[in-house]
């Protein structure tokens, strides 16, 4: 009986020092987990045996059980190398369609050649589908899918609409409007510009300049006005001295300034009442304030430009186009127009200044970076100044950390010990956030695996002098004659 009692202290010394020379030789590897040799003694007892007198039988190993407490986190300068600070492990298959999911922590992930995001052994990192605005449509683990980051931001939208807030300066220097000439800056007060795009996703810049005038019964004839033809302002706003004409110019296919006609949103009340035409033939808007510096009520235009591809001389010199900018001639849609809507302007005794400044246009978009927040959302941003959700990295957590089974890789399945997997957002609940250009290294305290290496190796020693103890025994017990 000795002998198998020291053949079963051996057999957990060995057990003990392998787990202690596996925990050592992964101190290295990202998202491992180290294991701890538990043990359990051997007695056995019957109805008619004394307890009291009965030695035990020996050791068994009862559990390698692993130990998922957080390892320390190392810092590195890819975006797509994540950590999970707290609870919860990525979610993986080995296919596109798989449903096989297997669980891990290390977050060493790359793009493959379709550009899904994959980790070092080529499964698929699985996230949770969400909506424009990266709210998270479904946390179910069924609906989960490989991560796939679009290298293009899709098709080109034309401008159709410019957001513009600034303030006027109304200590500027009156001039005549009917000058207006975009090349000659004393021609008109202020300007500004921003970039638009056709339909073909082709970027130009337009430019909006403002004139102030202190003379507005002296200004052109309005909507329809033949080029030099007298006319008034509407009586309601004749006696504003506090106006601005608004014109606006377009770069053509050649990169050439063209003027651009502008009038009135026939959506409005009054379409046209504000538009003003300049000896030019070119047209502009009018822009009224009051005493206070705020615009006067139903007077405010929301000016909109003419289809920029068309093309009309008039017959005053100089000849320009005012049916449209001529600007559009390579195949993009010649019909395209868009409008300036201008919110929050003021008049004030402060120099001209731009508060707001968008439009809603795009060109195609090349990938230029990813980034991941600590909700584990994916943002695609591209060359266009856009910005994709893409998808939210899905977490699992399990009620039995250590009931699941390890397969490799640094990796786990499920199993009944384990419980079923529940999916949700990272940095929610229970779950733990994601940390981007972040690695979770192996949990294995080195100095602390040496400390039990000796330990196992003197139990080792032990049990073999106990097992040559018990030996020599019955070696002197067969020598009895």
Do not use: C
């Amino acid at each position: 009986m000795s002998f198998n009692i020291a053949l079963s202290g051996l057999t957990a010394a060995q057990k003990d020092l392998d787990t202690t020379a596996n925990n050592i030789a992964n101190v290295n590897t990202y998202g491992f987990k180290e294991s701890r040799a538990e043990f359990a003694d051997v007695f056995s007892t019957s109805l008619f045996s004394n307890s009291k007198t009965q030695n035990g039988g020996g050791v068994l190993t009862q559990d390698v059980a692993q130990q998922f407490h957080q390892g320390s986190l190392l810092f590195t300068s890819n975006s797509l190398d994540m950590a999970v600070s707290g609870n919860g492990f990525f979610v993986t298959t080995d296919g596109p369609l798989s449903r096989d999911f297997t669980y891990t922590r290390a977050g060493a992930f790359k793009l493959d050649d379709e550009n899904r995001i994959v980790t070092s052994n080529g499964d698929f990192l699985q996230g949770l589908p969400v909506n424009d605005d990266g709210s998270v449509k479904s946390v179910s683990l069924s609906t989960t899918a490989p991560i796939q980051i679009p290298d293009s931001a899709g098709a080109p939208a034309a401008t159709s609409q410019v957001d513009l807030s600034f303030n006027l300066d109304s200590n500027a220097t009156n001039l005549d409007p009917s000058l207006f000439d975009p090349n000659d800056t004393n021609t008109f007060t202020s300007s500004t510009s921003t970039v638009v795009y056709d339909s073909l996703g082709n970027s130009r810049i337009s430019s909006v300049y403002y004139v102030k005038t202190t003379n507005p019964a002296a200004l052109g004839a309005g909507a329809g006005a033949a080029p030099g033809t007298p006319g008034v302002i509407p009586a309601s706003t004749s006696t504003n001295n506090n106006t601005f004409v608004m014109f606006s110019t377009l770069t053509d296919d050649a990169g050439n300034v063209t003027p651009v006609d502008l009038r009135q949103d026939p959506n409005v009340a009054n379409p046209g009442a504000l538009e003003y035409q300049a000896t030019t033939g070119q047209r502009g808007m009018l822009l009224q304030f009051d005493t206070s510096g705020a615009v006067i009520p139903g007077t405010f235009p929301t000016p909109r430009t003419e289809p920029l591809g068309a093309v009309g001389n008039i017959a005053t010199p100089p000849a320009v186009p005012h049916d449209g900018a001529g600007a559009i001639t390579n195949g993009a849609n010649p019909d395209q127009t868009f409008n300036f809507v201008m919110t929050n302007l003021t008049q004030f005794s402060t120099p001209f200044e731009v508060s707001a400044l968008s439009q809603d246009g795009q060109t195609v978009g090349r990938l230029t970076g990813i980034s991941i927040g600590t909700d584990g959302l994916i943002e695609a941003k591209y060359s266009n100044g856009d910005s994709q959700a893409i998808s939210k990295v899905a977490l699992v957590r399990f009620p039995n950390d250590q009931g699941l089974t390890q397969i490799g890789n640094t990796s786990w399945t499920s199993s009944q010990t384990s419980g079923d997997p529940l999916a949700g957002e990272p940095d929610s609940g229970t779950f733990g956030s994601i940390r981007s250009g972040t690695l979770e290294q192996s949990n294995v305290n080195l100095t602390g695996e040496l400390v039990d290496l000796i330990t196992a190796q003197r139990n080792f020693q032990a049990n073999s002098r106990a097992l040559e103890v018990n030996n020599s025994i019955s070696q002197t017990i067969l020598q009895i004659r």
